[in-house]
Nanobody, 123 residues
Framework: QLQLVESGGGSVQAGGSLRLSCTAS????????LAWFRQAPGKEREGVAI???????QLAEYAKGRFFVARDYAADTLDLQMNKLQPRDTAIYYC?????????????????WGQGTQVTVSS
């Protein structure tokens, strides 16, 4: 069974950057579409970025121009580069995997989830 572990979270001032990584084990991540979700306090989990088996990408509107997603097929990792961070980006960030060829924005599309990594952005 595929297992995912996030890393790279932390605290940063507004305008700063963080790079999150997700490491897969138990299966080859190249077989899955991958995604980043986030959940802020009191809010429901929402999609951030999707990168499909063929490498095509989708970004949430709030992430465009600031966040960049990439996958390393050889290393079985998924990365999220976050720039120009703002306090509204404060959340727990999760990576997820779907056996579908193309990912979707719904949480129901993803069968495997990491435990999350905290991102805190201060003014």
């Amino acid at each position: 069974q595929l297992q995912l572990v996030e890393s790279g979270g932390g605290s940063v001032q507004a305008g700063g950057s963080l790079r999150l990584s997700c490491t897969a084990s138990g299966d080859r991540v190249s077989r899955y579409s991958l995604a980043w979700f986030r959940q802020a306090p009191g809010k429901e989990r929402e999609g951030v970025a999707i990168i499909n088996v063929d490498g095509s990408k989708q970004l949430a509107e709030y992430a465009k121009g600031r966040f960049f997603v990439a996958r390393d097929y050889a290393a079985d990792t998924l990365d999220l580069q976050m720039n120009k961070l703002q306090p509204r980006d404060t959340a727990i960030y999760y990576c997820a995997a779907s056996s579908d060829f193309r990912g979707a924005w719904s949480r129901r599309s993803y069968n495997s989830w990491g435990q999350g990594t905290q991102v805190t952005v201060s003014s």
